[in-house]
């Protein structure tokens, strides 16, 4: 008797990852579309996340200092509207 089990190949589960993280679908999903076990899709692409994880996520203090700077941006763009307010008050006081 042979075996049962299927073999894929590494560009065959490259296609069938990226379905799943750049389509924004479900891996129950596109496992159902490509006739995929849900698990063994769910295991390729948590192996694909952890050998390339993406470059926008962050370090956790690589998280803390976006916070902090996000919240002096916040500062400085409200000192920035109240200068502008100032200044319009004293051109209209001259005239």
């Not at 490509?34 to 769910?42: M, R, Y």
């Not at 952890?50 to 002096?72: G, H």
């Given at each position: 008797?042979?075996?049962?089990?299927?073999?894929?190949t590494?560009?065959?589960?490259?296609?069938?990852?990226?379905?799943?993280?750049?389509?924004?679908?479900?891996i129950?999903?596109?496992?159902?579309?490509?006739?995929?076990?849900?698990?063994?899709?769910?295991?390729?692409?948590?192996?694909?996340?952890?050998?390339?994880?993406?470059?926008?996520?962050?370090?956790?203090?690589?998280?803390?200092?976006?916070?902090?700077?996000?919240?002096?941006?916040?500062?400085?763009?409200?000192?920035?509207?109240?200068?502008?307010?100032?200044?319009?008050?004293f051109a209209?006081?001259k005239?």
């Amino acid at each position: 008797m042979g075996s049962t089990r299927r073999r894929f190949t590494d560009e065959y589960k490259q296609s069938a990852v990226q379905y799943v993280l750049e389509g924004q679908r479900s891996i129950t999903d596109v496992a159902r579309s490509l006739g995929i076990n849900t698990t063994t899709l769910g295991r390729w692409v948590d192996k694909a996340k952890k050998t390339n994880p993406k470059p926008d996520e962050l370090e956790p203090d690589e998280r803390v200092e976006l916070e902090a700077l996000r919240k002096e941006n916040q500062r400085l763009k409200m000192e920035l509207e109240f200068a502008k307010k100032v200044a319009t008050w004293f051109a209209k006081e001259k005239q």
